[in-house]
């Protein structure tokens, strides 16, 4: 099954924060973040393989809760780049399935 | 480093021709290979895994007959669509990846079918 993100969309301004939400239904044993522009190839951002684990990128950084089978995406101070659709890939071994997607959009 | 190129970038044919779409891992040897279908504004859905010198494990409700893949090489993926009809059209992506890990994608294929 899918995993569910949460919000669907949301608009920022330059500057303000945001966090992205992955939630699975089912056991999480790996979590990737990946952005995505319209037209585009996703673009790896981070990838968190044990509980509890946070990682950083610049402004962008995750975590991850084992127990709640969820993901969330941080983007802080964030920039016009950061604009696109954001989307989480769960699974075991190689294969993911990907989560439902949050447009993000930065404006001035 | 690992860049993964996609082609063609974007196709229309008439309806009943068949398509081929490459992926080439450019500097790196790809163990494994994905296909996935993205329609506009919707999340990417895997179609297919491919292990080079063996079968694509497809997903289900995928049609294998439809859609043919062969990995000849560590470095070169192939996706068919056979007797392409306009409910095919959609936007093609592979990926490919050496190990366990990020998943380095081409930069998709926009099939349109009259």
């Known amino acids: 099954q899918q995993p569910v993100q949460s919000p669907q969309a949301v608009i920022l301004r330059e500057g303000e924060d945001a966090v992205i939400n992955c939630s699975s239904s089912?056991?999480?044993?790996?979590v990737h973040w990946y952005r995505q522009k319209h037209g585009e190839a996703p673009v790896f951002l981070m990838i968190?393989?044990?509980?509890?684990e946070q990682k950083g990128h610049e402004k962008i950084s995750a975590s991850f809760n084992e127990k709640k089978q969820q993901s969330s995406l941080y983007l802080t101070a964030s920039q016009l780049s950061y604009s696109g659709t954001y989307f989480c890939?769960?699974?075991?071994?190689?294969?993911?399935?990907f989560g439902t997607g949050t447009q993000l959009k930065v404006e001035l | 480093g690992a860049v993964v190129s996609q082609h063609p970038s974007w196709v229309i044919c008439k309806s009943g021709t068949s398509v081929k779409i490459e992926c080439r891992s450019l500097?790196?040897?790809?163990?494994?290979m994905f296909w996935y279908r993205q329609f506009p504004k919707q999340s990417l859905m895997l179609m297919a895994t491919?292990?080079?010198?063996?079968?694509?494990?497809?997903e289900q409700g995928v049609e294998k007959d439809k859609f043919l893949i062969n990995h000849a090489s560590l470095t070169l993926s192939t996706l068919t669509v056979t007797s392409a009809h306009p409910e095919d059209s959609s936007f093609y992506i592979c990926?490919?990846?050496?190990?366990?890990?990020?998943?380095?994608f081409g930069d998709g294929t926009r099939l349109s079918i009259l």
């Open positions: 990926s490919a990846i050496t190990r366990p890990g990020p998943q380095h």
């Open positions: 089912k056991a999480l044993y790996s």
């Open positions: 968190l393989l044990k509980g509890g």
């Open positions: 890939g769960t699974g075991g071994g190689n294969k993911l399935t």
């Open positions: 500097d790196f040897q790809a163990t494994t």
């Open positions: 491919s292990n080079e010198g063996s079968k694509a494990t497809y």
